[in-house]
């Protein structure tokens, strides 16, 4: 397409046309206030007059336009020195310090953190940039949202940002990846090779000049027109945030020129290394560089991989140079947060590449790139989702290190070597413990609320931002401040509470479920709630699922709980909010676990039989089964039974408090006779509401759990010791601290 095809291209309704070339000063001309003309205020912080934060998306053709919005809305900022971004994640502050702190050609991974949307991701992100942030030279983008920025766009973004002048080291040049995106990004016009050579001469003179009078140099104009896409990560603090916009101030400052010094000599030098690249065909600098405005404008897709592929090298290049030179930094920072998107999973693509290539394949010094990227997804270039095919074992972040990096690392041949795959886990009830104190504690009205942490853990399983989300709603609405009945039957139908984001408000299960399972159409999510009623989430896709396709879906989205190869379980806190949904259709909800009843009596398989057979009410059917098997096995086992059984979900009223509950389900017997029947009874029932944190919520029927083991231990003649520790257990109970431990 000609510059003029794209002057005149329809521009988008929703922000203000830039095009494909953006990043040139021309392109942002009428922009940029004029000489002594003074700024709208907010202007240095990355705002208009309007108080409106620019975003900067791009359209389905690569073009880039602004968007703006409220800073009113969005997600909440933390306040400084919580330090929770972090929390549970310390193992990642220690890699990233060594990785800072290695010789500049040494070998650092490419760090992923994975987990599902809500796993802290954003948060590690925050807590990295404000605590390397004032030392070292970072960069952060967001890969998220429908559209993005092309990898090449990106990598300019990036590069501005680590050009931040810091008191300790000397400011960082671009002038290669510079070079390379002005000589790619308008079109030339030219007849013949040689008449394009001077078309580059003439028209990087004419921006060095337009450059020096407004910029200071390329990269300065390109970030003055798109730093809006930088944003910063979901749920940074304040402290976060005052540091990116110093960093966003002080990037903006003049900067000598791309070619300054003796006319053409950084011009010449720059175009030389192009010249010398094993990519490009033709030796000659100027013509290396009409080669790659010839591959932006006129090539196929191969040629565009290999512009890109060009330019991250280049970009590479610049870094190592920076370093090789007095009072610079042993390595940068540069923080990639949702890189499962299109492009997201581009740019890692071409960075892995390009380090290879340059590493391995040349045999070059390793680049002092320092890299930490995010991803909601498994990537699409590690093979099946099942993981067989490749050759990492995701590692836990807790010991992550350069260490356990280099001694799990696969042959350095591979490109594989370079990923360092970090499973992030939730978050523990120690850790939920320490969120909750710092968020409510220091409020004297909300502090009583922080007796809430078991409950808090064994409704969200430690998701983080399950959690926040969990905290906000009791912060904005508040329960009885009390624990007792009043605040029971308040907790119970939390689900439902509003959930205030800004302007916006919806119920906390809306909101939580519209942020996981934000790839699902409505159709999906309806399937995805009928298949929640089975522990084995594998079994209810085969049996409820039309969409052959959607357990991987689910799975590549990391919202399977535990090793998938033995039972793959739904996330515990996505998992309770379907089916919050279900019971909201009780006749669906009986048909199904009717279904999957069925199915297990057609396995031989009694305890997955009963455990739906109960989601349907049938508690007499439960105990005879339960009672049979008392007498015929040991009674370690039968405890084991009877809790995996009791575990099934309910569709139990949701007006009443636990005891009211229970009250509804126990059996009505005339002399009140203390048979072992009529005591399993009890068991099932008061264990069946005990294991459901929103029906007990401060889990007030474990005395009566405890007493029922008692009692059976007395209709027992042997093996009765296990029925002792099991009283004991419930009477003394300590809440454990990781969750899952309910079936």
């Given at each position: 397409?000609?510059v003029a095809?794209?002057?005149?291209?329809?521009?988008?309704?929703?922000?203000?046309?830039?095009?494909?070339h953006?990043?040139?000063?021309?392109?942002?001309?009428?922009?940029?206030?004029?000489?002594g003309?003074?700024?709208?205020?907010?202007?240095?912080?990355?705002?208009?007059?309007?108080?409106?934060?620019?975003?900067?998306?791009?359209?389905g053709?690569?073009?880039?336009?602004?968007?703006?919005?409220?800073?009113?809305?969005?997600?909440?900022?933390?306040?400084?020195?919580?330090?929770?971004?972090?929390?549970?994640?310390?193992?990642?502050?220690?890699?990233?310090?060594?990785?800072?702190?290695?010789?500049?050609?040494?070998?650092?991974?490419?760090?992923?953190?994975?987990?599902?949307?809500?796993?802290?991701?954003?948060?590690?992100?925050?807590?990295?940039?404000?605590?390397?942030?004032?030392?070292?030279?970072?960069?952060?983008?967001?890969?998220?949202?429908?559209?993005?920025?092309?990898?090449?766009?990106?990598?300019?973004?990036?590069?501005?940002?680590?050009?931040?002048?810091?008191?300790?080291?000397?400011?960082?040049?671009?002038?290669?990846?510079?070079?390379?995106?002005?000589?790619?990004?308008?079109?030339?016009?030219?007849?013949?090779?040689?008449?394009?050579?001077?078309?580059v001469?003439?028209?990087?003179?004419?921006?060095?000049?337009e450059?020096?009078?407004?910029?200071?140099?390329?990269?300065?104009?390109?970030?003055?027109?798109a730093?809006?896409?930088?944003?910063?990560?979901?749920?940074?603090?304040?402290?976060?945030?005052?540091?990116?916009?110093?960093?966003l101030?002080?990037?903006?400052?003049?900067?000598?020129?791309?070619?300054?010094?003796?006319?053409?000599?950084?011009?010449t030098?720059?175009?030389t290394?192009?010249?010398?690249?094993?990519?490009?065909?033709?030796?000659?600098?100027?013509?290396?560089?009409?080669?790659?405005?010839?591959?932006?404008?006129?090539?196929?897709?191969?040629?565009?991989?290999?512009?890109?592929?060009?330019?991250?090298?280049?970009?590479?290049?610049?870094?190592?140079?920076?370093?090789?030179?007095?009072?610079?930094?042993?390595?940068?920072?540069?923080?990639?947060?949702?890189?499962?998107?299109?492009?997201?999973?581009?740019?890692?693509?071409?960075?892995?590449?390009?380090?290879?290539?340059?590493?391995?394949?040349?045999?070059?010094?390793?680049?002092?790139?320092?890299?930490?990227?995010?991803?909601?997804?498994?990537?699409?270039?590690?093979?099946?989702?099942?993981?067989?095919?490749?050759?990492?074992?995701?590692?836990?972040?807790?010991?992550?290190?350069?260490?356990?990096?280099?001694?799990?690392?696969?042959?350095?041949?591979?490109?594989?070597?370079?990923?360092?795959?970090?499973?992030?886990?939730?978050?523990?009830?120690?850790?939920?413990?320490?969120?909750?104190?710092?968020?409510?504690?220091?409020?004297?009205?909300?502090?009583?609320?922080?007796?809430?942490?078991?409950?808090?853990?064994?409704l969200?399983?430690?998701?983080?931002?399950?959690?926040?989300?969990?905290?906000?709603?009791?912060?904005?609405?508040?329960?009885?401040?009390?624990?007792?009945?009043?605040?029971?039957?308040w907790?119970?139908?939390?689900?439902?509470?509003?959930?205030?984001?800004?302007?916006d408000?919806?119920?906390?299960?809306?909101?939580?479920?519209?942020?996981?399972?934000?790839?699902?159409?409505?159709?999906?999510?309806?399937?995805?709630?009928?298949?929640?009623?089975?522990?084995?989430?594998?079994?209810?896709?085969?049996?409820?699922?039309?969409?052959?396709?959607?357990?991987?879906?689910?799975?590549?989205?990391?919202?399977?709980?535990?090793?998938?190869?033995?039972?793959?379980?739904?996330?515990?806190?996505?998992?309770?909010?379907?089916?919050?949904?279900?019971?909201?259709?009780?006749?669906?909800?009986?048909?199904?676990?009717?279904l999957?009843?069925?199915?297990?009596?057609?396995?031989?398989?009694?305890?997955?039989?009963?455990?739906?057979?109960?989601?349907?009410?049938?508690?007499?059917?439960?105990?005879?089964?339960?009672?049979?098997?008392?007498?015929?096995?040991?009674?370690?086992?039968?405890?084991?039974?009877?809790?995996?059984?009791?575990?099934?979900?309910?569709?139990?009223?949701?007006?009443?408090?636990?005891?009211?509950?229970?009250?509804?389900?126990?059996?009505?017997?005339?002399?009140?006779?203390?048979?072992?029947?009529?005591?399993?009874?009890?068991?099932?029932?008061?264990?069946?509401?005990?294991?459901?944190?929103?029906?007990?919520?401060?889990?007030r029927?474990?005395d009566?759990?405890?007493?029922?083991?008692?009692?059976?231990?007395?209709?027992?003649?042997?093996?009765?010791?296990?029925?002792?520790?099991?009283?004991?257990?419930?009477?003394?109970?300590?809440?454990?601290?990781?969750?899952?431990?309910?079936?």
């Amino acid at each position: 397409m000609s510059v003029a095809q794209r002057r005149s291209a329809p521009r988008p309704r929703s922000g203000r046309l830039l095009g494909p070339h953006v990043a040139t000063p021309s392109s942002s001309a009428s922009r940029e206030p004029a000489a002594g003309r003074p700024r709208p205020a907010g202007a240095a912080e990355g705002k208009d007059s309007s108080g409106r934060n620019p975003c900067l998306t791009a359209a389905g053709d690569g073009s880039l336009y602004f968007s703006e919005t409220s800073s009113r809305g969005g997600s909440s900022v933390m306040e400084p020195g919580t330090g929770m971004g972090l929390r549970g994640r310390s193992g990642i502050l220690s890699l990233v310090d060594a990785c800072l702190k290695e010789d500049p050609a040494a070998e650092r991974p490419l760090t992923v953190l994975l987990g599902p949307a809500g796993s802290g991701a954003s948060e590690a992100h925050s807590a990295l940039m404000e605590r390397f942030g004032p030392d070292y030279p970072f960069a952060f983008v967001n890969f998220g949202g429908a559209q993005s920025l092309l990898p090449r766009y990106a990598l300019g973004l990036l590069a501005r940002q680590l050009e931040r002048k810091l008191p300790r080291y000397g400011r960082s040049h671009f002038p290669l990846l510079s070079l390379g995106l002005l000589a790619s990004d308008q079109e030339l016009r030219m007849r013949s090779l040689p008449d394009g050579r001077r078309v580059v001469r003439r028209q990087l003179d004419r921006f060095q000049e337009e450059n020096e009078a407004r910029h200071g140099d390329y990269l300065a104009a390109f970030f003055e027109v798109a730093m809006g896409a930088v944003g910063m990560p979901e749920g940074a603090s304040t402290a976060a945030h005052a540091l990116f916009q110093d960093a966003l101030r002080r990037g903006r400052r003049t900067m000598p020129g791309l070619f300054g010094g003796r006319p053409g000599s950084r011009l010449t030098a720059g175009a030389t290394w192009y010249g010398r690249h094993p990519m490009t065909r033709s030796a000659d600098p100027m013509e290396a560089l009409v080669e790659l405005n010839l591959w932006r404008h006129e090539g196929d897709e191969n040629e565009q991989e290999r512009l890109d592929l060009v330019l991250f090298s280049a970009f590479l290049e610049d870094l190592r140079r920076n370093t090789a030179r007095n009072f610079m930094p042993r390595s940068y920072l540069l923080l990639l947060d949702n890189s499962h998107t299109e492009y997201g999973r581009r740019f890692l693509d071409l960075l892995l590449r390009a380090r290879h290539d340059e590493t391995v394949v040349a045999g070059h010094a390793s680049d002092p790139l320092t890299v930490v990227a995010s991803s909601n997804r498994w990537l699409p270039r590690w093979g099946p989702a099942t993981g067989e095919s490749w050759p990492w074992q995701l590692r836990g972040p807790d010991r992550a290190s350069l260490a356990d990096w280099n001694a799990h690392r696969p042959t350095r041949d591979s490109e594989d070597s370079w990923w360092y795959p970090l499973r992030l886990r939730d978050l523990n009830l120690d850790e939920v413990r320490i969120r909750i104190e710092l968020q409510l504690g220091g409020n004297s009205d909300l502090a009583p609320l922080t007796r809430l942490t078991p409950f808090v853990h064994r409704l969200t399983g430690g998701l983080p931002r399950a959690v926040h989300q969990v905290l906000d709603v009791l912060r904005q609405t508040g329960p009885p401040r009390e624990s007792g009945p009043q605040q029971d039957r308040w907790l119970r139908t939390l689900p439902d509470r509003p959930l205030r984001a800004g302007e916006d408000s919806a119920s906390l299960a809306d909101t939580a479920l519209g942020h996981l399972l934000r790839d699902f159409d409505g159709t999906q999510r309806a399937t995805l709630a009928e298949c929640a009623a089975a522990r084995d989430f594998s079994v209810a896709t085969r049996l409820l699922s039309p969409d052959d396709s959607l357990f991987g879906d689910v799975r590549s989205r990391w919202l399977l709980n535990g090793p998938v190869a033995v039972v793959p379980v739904l996330h515990p806190w996505l998992r309770r909010l379907l089916l919050w949904r279900l019971a909201a259709r009780p006749d669906r909800w009986d048909a199904v676990h009717e279904l999957l009843a069925e199915y297990y009596r057609g396995e031989g398989k009694p305890v997955q039989e009963m455990y739906h057979q109960l989601a349907r009410g049938r508690t007499e059917e439960v105990t005879a089964h339960l009672a049979r098997r008392f007498i015929a096995v040991p009674a370690a086992q039968w405890i084991s039974e009877l809790d995996a059984i009791t575990a099934a979900p309910n569709r139990l009223p949701p007006d009443s408090g636990p005891l009211e509950l229970l009250a509804g389900l126990v059996q009505r017997r005339p002399g009140r006779v203390m048979d072992t029947e009529s005591v399993i009874h009890t068991l099932v029932t008061t264990r069946w509401v005990w294991s459901d944190p929103l029906a007990d919520p401060a889990m007030r029927l474990g005395d009566l759990m405890a007493d029922g083991y008692t009692q059976l231990s007395q209709l027992r003649r042997n093996d009765i010791v296990a029925l002792f520790n099991e009283a004991e257990r419930y009477r003394h109970w300590r809440d454990p601290q990781t969750a899952g431990w309910e079936g």
